[in-house]
């Protein structure tokens, strides 16, 4: 079996990258699946110690991640087609209204 | 028997002494509130008849009245207090709205109603003709409303059970005789000289009132208490321990007496008084209110007798005045400024009387006086009423007309000057008759009531053996008012003489005409009590001293001397003689010569420089303007214009007060708002602002910065919940 450490290491690489990637990346397709990354790296780690403890309740939450990942990305793909649609581009640094 | 019976058991009355206030008042209220309406509803002449007997049958009622109390006195001579209701109640002071019914306020009411509800009724018909020649016939209503709130406020005056309803009282009259001095308030000199008359009655007035009010406050505070009753009974010990406060008391109520009853030297208004319609003079300046002073000091006996210093003052004040208004009267053009010096001299011989202590022949003075003064004033009004018709029926008549303005009369006439009468006695026969029992009575002639009194003054004055500071004041006050006896039979006979006798002078005087029955008739009433009055007070009876004496004890009986009744008669005998060789026989022989060397007064070249100062009052009028009333208006002024004005409004207001806050509020808002609260407000906003535009920079609109401030964050959270 696989002890637990190493998919510790293996969850905290992934979010790490997922994190740089959501802070350094400009396309908003790619932070997206930075995104999507982080997620997976945390459902990991719910499936690891669920599987350790060997108690469901880790296995259940990491199906309701997905769910609401797959609905996010439904609404976020939505706004970046609606985004393109106005601005021709999806690169964030552009998408600046926000600015004080 | 019975009848004595009937007197000795008879009722009493006292409970009714409200009523001689109430009913005057009632009176006056009944005409204040439908006289205006009655002449609608009964036409005018009726109105004003209508007017005249509700306001004479209210001061007759109030006689009535009066008479009952009389007659219950004589059954109960001790009198009673009737208390109406509380007035004051301030701790242990306590001042009661009550009556004082005994002989003495009595006898006032009796003379004050009496006289006054006949010159009420010679008023409707005096009074008809004068709203008619001053052209204001709706006025008459307001002559009589003033004339009973008048016997109305005399019966406060008299009743009062205590000083300061007295006071009431005491002001009550002075205000009457203000209104009715200045009755034709937009008449004379200038339009306003009968406004200035009044004035001057009113605030002369005030000064003696003042000396009065003043009195009435060291009673308060020596006694604790105002009332006649306590003022008496504790007057003795505190004359024994402090008798200043007396003499205070007693100089300062003389300062009163001065002022009401017209005595140096507060007699100036007086004279002036006579601007006011003649039933008023005759009423109020010379019967009743004048006497007010005489009623206070008498009343007042117990206080007089134990201070003699006072009573020497007011003696002399009495007697000097008599003389120096007497000197005064001889020289007077006017008929009725004659009678008003004439009035002040008779008043000095009251006073005198009341201040040797003769309170009973004072107070028998007082009401002969009444009676012929009164005589004398309606009778000189009668006169200047047949004087006025007689001008208006020559101006009326083209004939009489043309003989005016040769004789220069229709302008500026004076129908009140006795050089533009002269044989009166033939058109006006009842006045002549009336006039000559009164001005009989004033000169003093026996049995008229005026020598009667007068002569018991003489004689008081003769026996009173008073020294005072080393002088015997009452031989000098028998001195002074001998002569001021023999003056007043002068100057009475020159005015008979002028007014009565001799040719006419003017048209005006020779077809004057004699007035109606209701003009006259008073004046036949009251010349029987001028005539009969005698029988008041006949030497060695004495009854109306006796009367007196239930409410003055120890009353001095004044014995008649035969031999100062035969030197006062005597004197006012030759007096008469004398006026009449001077202002008949000197009079009628230099009627030939030419106008511009014909004195207008025989007297006039006899006396010379002497005559003038007579004539002049001895400039007294322009002395007070000197002395006090040109000092004062200049220091008034000088109070307007320098200290109210320059100072406290020019100087004070405008530039201290409003130029400095005008200043301080620049400063203000120029320093304080602007700098410091303007200042701290900008001063925020604009740090505000600047701190805003620095934390701006940190909004970059990059969603990799918000997310990695979400980021850190998060670390943050974490790193402080694990190592916690």
Known sequence: MVPIEYYLGLSAV???????GVLIRRNAIIIFMSIELMLNSANLLFVAFARLYESMSGQIFVFFVMAVAAAEVAVGLALIVAIFRTKQSIDVDEINMLKG | MLLSEAISSGPEFFSLVPLVVFIPVVGLLINMLIGDRLYIWVGDRMAEKLIGIIASTA???????AVLLGISLINHPQGDVIVLLDWISAGSFKVNWAFQVDTLSVTMMLTVAGVGTLIHIYSIGYMHEDV??????????RFFIFMNLFIASMMVLVSADNYLMLFVGWEGVGLCSYLLIGFWYEKGKEGIGNSIAAKKAFITNRIGDFGMLLAIFIMFIAFGSVNFTDVFEQAPAVAAATPAILIAITILMLIGVTGKSAQIPLFVWLPDAMAGPTPVSALIHAATMVTAGVYLVTRSYVLYDLVPEAQAIVALVGAVTALFAATIATA??????ILAYSTISQLGFMVAAVGMGAYAAGMYHLVAHAFFKALLFLGAGSVILGVEYGHHHAEHDERLKRELKKRREDKDFDPQDIRNMGGIRKTMKTTFWVYLIGALALAGIPPLVGFVSKDEILAEADNFNKTIFGIPFTDVVYILLTIAAFLTAFYIGRQLLYVFFGKSRTLAAEYSKENPLIVTIP???LAFLSLMGGGLNLPRIHSFTHWLEHTLHH??????DIQVALISTA???????????IYYRRYNAQRDLPTAERPDDPMRPILGPIFKVFENKYWVDEIYWTIFINPYVSLSKFLADVIDWRFWHDWFHDVLIVRGYNRFTTWLSTMFDLKVIDGFANWLAITTERFAAWLRRTETGYVRNYALSVFLGLVIILVYLLLR
């Open chain 2, 555 to 560: 009353l001095h009986i004044g014995e008649f």
């Open chain 2, 571 to 581: 004197l006012a005998l030759i007096a008469l003689t004398l006026a009449y060789f």
């Open chain 2, 132 to 141: 008619q020649h001053n052209g204001d016939p709706k006025r008459y209503k």
């Open chain 2, 59 to 65: 001061a007759g009622l109030a006689f009535l009245v």
């Open chain 2, 523 to 525: 004046l036949m009433i």
């Open chain 2, 332 to 337: 007077q053009f006017d008929i009725k400024k």
């Open chain 1, 14 to 20: 992934l979010f790490t990258l997922g994190a740089l």
